[in-house]
């Protein structure tokens, strides 16, 4: 799976949208473009995924740059209970079976939200 | 109802000894993984498994064995426990390979090797 890059920690007032940016500059064209959180002493918890559009679902927009090159989650409305780290991750549809299948975590992005 | 479900939530051993970690999906997925969470928070897929066929990562020691008696389970056996086995392991499923479909985690199980 291709490499996402994404800032270490960001910070956030409670009620404030929040955009969280990605770089995945080596995305392949069936790398579908995955954002994961993972809150305090839990596992991971899917939050959204996208190929080519935008998207959007009850917990956050995903934006997607037209050469798909970046992506941006957008949390709305941020409360306490989005503090949590956020994973940006490219999985590819085109898995020929090499490696272990799943999703390739890298360090994500810490985010606080100040009340 | 619990998605994915894993016990024990802790587990402290001594080192040399074998244990097993239990894992449970009822979404009636077909794809089923462990990933190992060490200190510094960095999570690694250690297994995935589907419809009877086993991928492993290479970086695995042979220690770790996965064995799933049916289509739900995911079961993660390790013999000879080491002090740097100490970690959070994560089972996860999803409804099968592939790039555009979720996957669901558990809630972990710290494991402590002294």
């Known amino acids: 799976d291709a490499k996402t890059t994404q800032p270490n920690s960001m910070e956030s007032n409670e009620e404030e949208p929040v955009h969280l940016p990605c770089n995945h500059s080596?995305?392949?064209?069936?790398?579908?473009i995955h954002w994961y959180r993972q809150l305090p002493s839990q596992g991971p918890e899917y939050v959204i995924h996208?190929?080519?559009s935008n998207v959007n679902n009850r917990m956050a927009s995903l934006a997607i740059a037209e050469d798909r090159k970046s992506s941006t989650l957008i949390l709305h409305r941020a409360t306490l209970r989005d503090a949590a780290v956020y994973y940006c991750?490219?999985?590819?549809?085109?898995?020929?079976?090499?490696?272990?299948?799943?999703?390739?975590f890298g360090k994500g992005t810490h985010l606080i939200i100040q009340p | 109802d619990t998605a994915v479900s894993q016990t024990p939530k802790y587990l402290v051993t001594q080192m040399g000894n074998d244990k097993s970690i239990k894992c449970e999906q009822n979404?009636?997925?077909?794809?089923m993984y462990w990933y190992k969470q060490d200190s510094k928070k960095f999570l690694k897929i250690m297994f995935s498994?589907?419809?009877?066929?086993?991928?492993i990562n290479e970086t695995v020691p042979n220690r770790f064995s996965p064995k799933s008696p049916d289509k739900a389970h995911l079961n993660l056996h390790i013999n000879s426990l080491e002090l740097g086995d100490s970690a959070v392991y994560f089972c996860?499923?999803?409804?099968?390979?592939?790039?555009?479909?979720?996957?669901?985690f558990g809630q972990g199980t710290r494991l402590t090797v002294v």
């Open positions: 996208g190929l080519t």
């Open positions: 979404l009636g997925h077909d794809t």
């Open positions: 991750i490219l999985r590819d549809d085109g898995h020929s079976g090499g490696g272990a299948d799943g999703l390739t």
């Open positions: 498994y589907n419809n009877k066929e086993l991928i």
């Open positions: 080596t995305i392949s064209g069936t790398d579908y």
């Open positions: 996860a499923s999803s409804p099968r390979r592939g790039g555009g479909l979720r996957a669901f």
